[in-house]
């Protein structure tokens, strides 16, 4: 046992608790935590706590159950890392800081190594509800000096409805086993200012940060709020700062190898991290005084409830947090008469901590506005919405298991009173009453969700030979939940946060579209596309969902595979069918492409705009400080890097390329093409796996902002940004003209302006009655013949049947113009017979007249790249 532990459990043990009275409470908890999870150990490989009968592949708890095993894949494996993953999004991989990753619960499924990942995970869970509970036990045991209260505390913490809310798929938020040891130290170190102390406030802090980052932020504010009461009642202020920012910058080093890389790719990265929606997922007024309707206690009132609460935002896993009457009872009644210097900090730990869950205004029975001016009361969780580390926590609700530590101990107290009391006898019926009450409240059965594992997993698995799998179509929102089974690294498969900057390479190249989402493809690709596709990403094996297809699509897809990528069909059932390819992977001799070959689609994987025309060239333009190219395996040998880069903007911008994460070249660049070179040594490119080349500048990029021409108004800079279905947040429309900003969603966002500067802008929604394609096309014929048109559509083909090629024709567009409908598209047209300005791809889409706004500091564009062996 180290040494450390030995020294903590020998305080314990000093304050009158045995190593055997310490086995006996945990053993006691546990038997509650295999009692109140049940049926859960009988069922540890086949099934996983969540609503559904059967395992909805999509769900969190399908997520999470991936977590812990890539923690500890990552860990007993010399070539992977836990901090980022290229087994999703291949190859370009995510990072696994900015993810709810339960990096503790994952190194606690180690020790479990003969069990599968779904076994030990749930094993974990049954224990973290024990260990949880032997946590408060410690905290109520320091607080009460009381065996019986502290028992309680450990239960009424360890074992409360909102665990068993979350436990249904939120797995993450089962980790709450430090939080009330992050208590306990900091109020050992202000009653006795050790050493000792000090380094076990610092450890609990920093060990929470590997739990979820949500309880992370939460116990900083725990601390904040015992440190700022002991400020204001004790004496000792200066030594009791000087102590907790000792055990701060501990807790900092103890959390680094984590924390540091988070708060890189937060500050650094595009990682997308959802700061709104704070009062979707909050606790009314109501929810803390009424059990849920999954608690056996709710069934015999289930009618009452129906019919005079709003279930919606009252109950439900992000709206539940009932403490329980007993408990009230117990703090209100009895522990307001007892409440010692601890407790009275507790009981206001608690109710500063339930008012947070509330959100930013207060809610009673899901009403939030009142009278006829529809007033808001607001709260103080509003200010904590817009702290820097709160902003992302978007779940208030979550907060209240803050308030559980302050109300078990704060229970434990009014406990320990009725047991002190002069009737011993009535106080031990008052108390066991009151004990058994909540421990009968507190049971919610867990959901089970049986695994039903295909039948395509288990030939996947069979097969020993290298390669990834491709699962169609390439859903975004579907976890990698069968990759401990199958070991193979996929092209798409969620995570909790995605860089958005992600999906849309799976969208460049009909090849690629053709695996995400065939039935959305222009145009099936080639022989020649599909199988260099194959190769440069090793795809062994594809998936295809059957129940996602109709069935003449199920055998387009069939046939395409077969005759595109060549593989094979070796598995089929109701619901799937499994294609292989049946060839080895070959790496290439070299490698030569043009930004204006439709082959370097396949290239442009990270953070390039879609391919567009400059000076009479085609470029793909950096649109972020740090963009990548994939190349396929090559034969092993000494290569000569060759590359056209130009630069527009501020000049000299410094690059810096890598390869496979290894710096090897630095450049200067200037106003212009630039010629770059670098010799690349044997053994630098690999041979047998995708190679990552990356452009790394010092300064912000993104597109030139006088793309375009001047013809038309020139002297009205006009700018116009369409997302597609792929870029973030779904997209967005963007028209500015004169200065003038004009935005929309999914839809077409249509501009008419003239030389004066007059802006008419109208929105067009697919499908709807009012908006058809002949309405589109009478607005462009009847626009003024000086005007300009400007368009930016996300999400759009076609207006009520008719193409939207046949509505652009008057702005010199084809009447047969077809686009892909979940790709990006902005335009600029004239109808005095100038060319358009077209943009249009997977990237987002951009362009604009000259004299438009500056929209970055320098723009860097590849224009062409060969590996040629020496």
Same mark, same amino acid.
């Given at each position: 046992m180290?040494?450390?532990?030995?020294?903590?459990?020998?305080?314990?043990?000093?304050?009158?608790?045995?190593?055997?009275?310490?086995?006996?409470?945990?053993?006691?908890?546990?038997?509650?935590?295999?009692?109140?999870?049940?049926?859960?150990?009988?069922?540890? =490989?086949?099934?996983?706590?969540?609503?559904?009968?059967?395992?909805?592949?999509? =769900?969190?708890?399908?997520?999470?159950?991936?977590?812990?095993?890539?923690?500890?894949?990552?860990?007993? =494996?010399?070539?992977? =890392?836990?901090?980022?993953?290229?087994?999703?999004?291949?190859?370009?991989?995510?990072?696994?800081?900015?993810?709810?990753?339960?990096?503790?619960? +994952?190194?606690?499924?180690?020790?479990?190594?003969?069990?599968?990942?779904v076994a030990a995970n749930n094993t974990v869970i049954i224990l973290s509800f024990a260990l949880s509970g032997l946590a408060a036990f410690f905290l109520g045991y320091y607080v009460t000096r009381s065996v019986p209260?502290?028992?309680?505390? +450990?239960?009424?913490?360890?074992?409360?409805?909102?665990?068993?809310?979350?436990?249904? +798929?939120h797995i993450q938020l089962m980790s709450t086993e430090t939080l009330p040891l992050v208590a306990l130290s900091l109020i050992r170190l202000f009653d006795k200012p050790e050493r000792r102390n000090l380094v076990w406030a610092g450890i609990w802090l920093g060990l929470t940060a590997y739990t979820d980052y949500y309880y992370f932020a939460y116990s900083l504010l725990m601390v904040g709020f015992i440190t700022t009461y002991r400020l204001i009642t004790d004496a000792s202020r200066l030594t009791h700062l000087r102590n907790v920012a000792l055990a701060g910058v501990l807790a900092f080093a103890f959390a680094a190898p984590l924390i540091v890389p988070a708060l890189h790719s937060a500050t650094q990265s595009d990682y997308a991290i959802v700061t709104a929606n704070h009062e979707k997922h909050k606790a009314d007024l109501l929810s803390p005084f009424l059990p849920s309707q999954r608690q056996w206690v709710s069934h015999p009132i289930r009618g009452l409830l129906d019919a005079f609460t709003n279930v919606d935002k009252v109950d439900g896993i992000e709206h539940a947090i009932y403490i329980g009457w007993p408990l009230i009872i117990l703090c209100v009644w009895f522990g307001r008469r007892a409440l010692s210097r601890h407790g009275l900090m507790f009981a206001a730990l608690s109710a500063s901590f339930l008012i947070l869950t509330l959100g930013g205004y207060l809610q009673v029975n899901g009403v939030e506005a009142y009278g006829p001016l529809e007033w808001k009361i607001p709260l103080p969780g509003l200010l904590l919405q817009h702290l820097p580390v709160f902003e992302g926590a978007r779940a208030p609700s979550r907060i209240y298991i803050i308030a559980v530590i302050g109300l078990s101990v704060w229970g434990a107290i009014g406990l320990q009173r009725i047991l002190k009391s002069d009737r011993i006898l009535k106080g031990t019926h008052v108390a066991t009453v009151l004990v058994a009450v909540t421990m009968l409240e507190y049971v919610m059965p867990p959901g089970m969700s049986r695994i039903d594992e295909p039948g395509w997993v288990e030939v996947v698995a069979r097969d020993r030979k290298p390669g990834l799998l491709a699962r169609i179509p390439l859903f975004p929102s579907r976890p990698p939940f069968w990759q401990p089974r199958t070991e193979r690294k996929e092209l798409v498969a969620t995570l909790g946060r995605t860089d958005p900057d992600l999906p849309p390479y799976y969208w460049r190249h009909d090849a690629l579209r053709f695996l995400k989402m065939s039935q959305h493809l222009s145009s099936i690709p080639t022989e020649t596309d599909g199988g260099y596709l194959v190769n440069l990403l090793g795809i062994r094996y594809a998936v295809v969902d059957l129940t996602q297809f109709k069935e003449p699509t199920q055998k387009r897809i069939a046939q395409v595979l077969q005759d595109s990528y060549g593989m094979v069909e070796v598995y089929r059932d109701d619901t799937s069918a499994l294609f292989r390819y049946p060839k080895d992977f070959t790496p290439v001799e070299d490698l030569s492409f043009r930004t204006a070959d439709r082959m370097a689609e396949f290239h442009l994987a990270l953070g390039w705009s879609n391919r567009k025309e400059h000076k009479e060239e085609i470029v793909a333009w950096m649109t972020r400080k740090r963009s990548v190219l994939t190349i396929p395996a090559v034969k092993a040998g000494t290569f000569e890097l060759n590359a056209e880069v130009v630069l527009e903007g501020e000049a000299p911008t410094r690059l810096v390329t890598r390869l496979n994460g290894s710096e090897f070249g630095n450049f200067t660049l200037r106003r212009g093409t630039n010629h770059i070179s670098r010799r690349i040594l044997p053994g630098q490119l690999k041979s047998d796996?995708?190679?990552?080349?990356?452009?790394?500048?010092?300064?912000?990029?993104?597109?030139p902002h006088h793309i375009g021409t001047t013809a038309g108004?020139?002297?009205?800079?006009?700018?116009?940004?369409? +997302?597609?279905?792929?870029?973030?947040?779904?997209?967005?429309?963007?028209?500015?003209?004169?200065?003038?900003?004009?935005?929309?969603?999914r839809g077409l966002l249509v501009g008419v302006t003239d030389t004066t500067g007059q802006v008419d802008v109208l929105t067009f929604k697919s499908n709807q009655e009012e908006d058809t394609g002949a309405r589109l096309e009478t607005l462009i014929r009847e626009a003024p013949a000086s005007a300009t048109i400007v368009i930016a559509a996300r999400t759009l083909n076609q207006l009520n049947g008719v193409a939207l090629g046949q509505s652009l024709r008057w702005l010199g567009f084809p009447a047969d113009t077809k686009m892909n409908p979940l790709s990006s598209l902005a335009i600029i047209g004239w109808k005095d017979g100038t060319a358009p300005i077209l943009d249009y791809g997977a990237s987002w889409a951009m362009v604009g007249t000259a004299g438009a706004r500056k929209l970055c500091d320098a723009s860097v564009g590849l224009k062409a790249i060969e590996f040629v062996r020496q």
């Open positions: 180290p040494t450390t532990l030995q020294s903590w459990l020998a305080g314990l043990t000093r304050s009158g608790l045995t190593r055997r009275q310490i086995g006996l409470v945990f053993g006691l908890y546990l038997a509650l935590s295999i009692a109140y999870t049940f049926p859960l150990a009988l069922n540890l =490989s086949t099934h996983l706590p969540d609503k559904h009968p059967t395992l909805d592949l999509t =769900s969190d708890a399908a997520l999470q159950s991936w977590y812990p095993w890539w923690i500890r894949y990552a860990l007993f =494996s010399p070539d992977e =890392s836990v901090l980022h993953s290229d087994w999703v999004y291949y190859p370009l991989g995510m990072e696994m800081t900015m993810q709810p990753a339960m990096f503790l619960h +994952g190194v606690m499924t180690i020790p479990l190594f003969w069990m599968d990942i209260a502290a028992l309680f505390c +450990g239960f009424v913490y360890g074992f409360c409805p909102y665990k068993f809310q979350h436990l249904q +798929g796996a995708i190679n990552l080349v990356e452009f790394e500048v010092d300064r912000a990029v993104g597109f108004p020139g002297e009205i800079p006009i700018e116009v940004i369409s +997302g597609g279905f792929f870029t973030e947040g779904g997209g967005r429309a963007v028209l500015r003209i004169g200065g003038k900003l004009f935005t929309g969603h």
